[in-house]
């Protein structure tokens, strides 16, 4: 995991010792830019993930780690925000740091941007959610722990030898996440920001917490590609040191941030569901008398959450759901219109060409 592509770069040394598929994880509602679920089938899973740049000529390298497996994969940042699965709003059924160990990310979480730089980190819970953007040259550390798996951790301080560790148990990270199994449904995350000894820059826009973190998934990263005797020990050292770092005072302040969902998300959530079961052809009379609201006001929520109107909202859907049929079936482009309700071709045309890029002609034949 150097810097300069020694270690997790180096692809044939990589592909000596990765798998060719990923078992650890399933997605549920995989189609859904709303309800996307991600499923975790390990106790833990660790992915690095690294682009080089915003342009669709950079590229990305994802690893990602578990005691079972693990696999590499390299492909363009275009192809990335077209195909890649984690690139979209998702749920998880487990916890997941979000640890930026160089450049800054935008982490969009309930529909809200929050900028994360080098040595910074968020901790999401099982009901958030959110999603990833990189807009330039970064690399991220995601480290997923399942609910049994954190509270195995947590409880090996009972009988630890030294009172030290014992301290946990007053952080706000332990109590966040207890509070999360004792209580599930709360949609909050914590927020890691460097204190400012720790935030002060050293080298470009490296600091001593992201190169201390940075350090400490190296060794994750070797051991889990290289286990040898006790490696199960030290995995779950190294990931204890990564909570102790992370909620030590001296070295993050740690705020946690709870979201109250309102009437106003709710029904934006209901929406979108369906929206998303009529491909987006669903009238505002027909919302009315589904939701029970009046065309204003689901108009005006509907630009609150999603900063369009309503029938723009809807198309996008409807867009969505015509560009997957002329990848996955052979229904002639006329059809595809008719079935998504347009009786005017040529506005179909227009609208497909205005949201990507090329004619619906020109789309089968750069996917198919």
């Known amino acids: ?53 915003p342009e669709p000529e950079d590229y990305v390298n994802v690893v990602t780690l578990s005691f079972e497996k693990a696999v590499f994969y390299q492909e363009s940042l275009a192809m990335k925000n077209y195909s890649y699965t984690k690139n979209a709003p998702h749920f998880h059924d487990f916890f997941e740091f979000v640890i930026v160990l160089e450049g800054t990310i935008v982490q969009k979480i309930e529909g809200k941007d929050y900028l994360y730089p080098a040595g910074s980190c968020c901790l999401i819970n099982r009901n ?10 970064c690399r991220v550390l ?59 820059c050293v080298a470009c826009q490296n600091h001593p917490s992201a190169a201390h973190l940075y350090s400490m998934a190296e060794d994750l990263i070797r051991t889990l590609l290289y286990p040898g005797f006790g ?14 770092v992370l909620s030590s005072q001296a070295h993050y302040h740690c705020t946690s941030i709870q979201l109250d969902t309102n009437s106003d998300f709710l029904l934006f959530s209901r929406i979108t569901r369906l929206f998303e079961e009529s491909d987006g052809r669903m009238t505002r009379t027909e919302m009315e008398q589904q939701l029970h609201y009046s065309g204003d006001y689901l108009n005006r929520i509907v630009n609150k959450f999603a900063d369009m109107c309503f029938f723009d909202y809807g198309m996008t859907f409807c867009l969505k759901k015509a560009a997957e049929c002329l990848t996955e079936t052979e229904e002639s482009i006329s059809a595809i219109a008719a079935r998504l309700k347009f009786t005017n071709r040529t506005h179909f045309y227009a609208l497909f060409k205005e949201k990507y890029g090329v004619t619906p002609k020109e789309y089968r034949k750069l996917h198919s």
Request: aromatic share 14%; net charge negative.
């Open 1 to 53: 995991m150097e810097k300069n592509g020694n270690y997790v770069n180096n692809t044939s040394e990589m592909q000596k010792v990765l798998d060719s598929s990923d078992s650890s994880i399933n997605v549920r509602n995989g189609d859904s830019d709303f309800s996307r679920f991600y499923h975790m089938n390990v106790p833990f899973q660790v992915t690095l993930e690294y682009c080089d740049g």
């Open 142 to 200: 995601y480290i997923g722990l399942s609910p049994g798996f954190v509270t195995e951790l947590f409880a090996s301080a009972q009988n630890a030898f030294f009172a030290g560790e014992k301290q946990i148990y007053d952080s706000t990270l332990y109590h966040f996440i207890t509070t999360d199994l004792e209580i599930a449904g709360e949609r909050a995350y914590l927020d890691f920001i460097p204190t400012y000894q720790n935030h002060r």
């Open 231 to 244: 490696a199960s020990y030290q995995i779950r050292g190294l990931l204890c040191a990564f909570i102790s």
């Open 128 to 137: 958030l959610r959110h999603m990833e953007r990189y807009q330039s040259q």
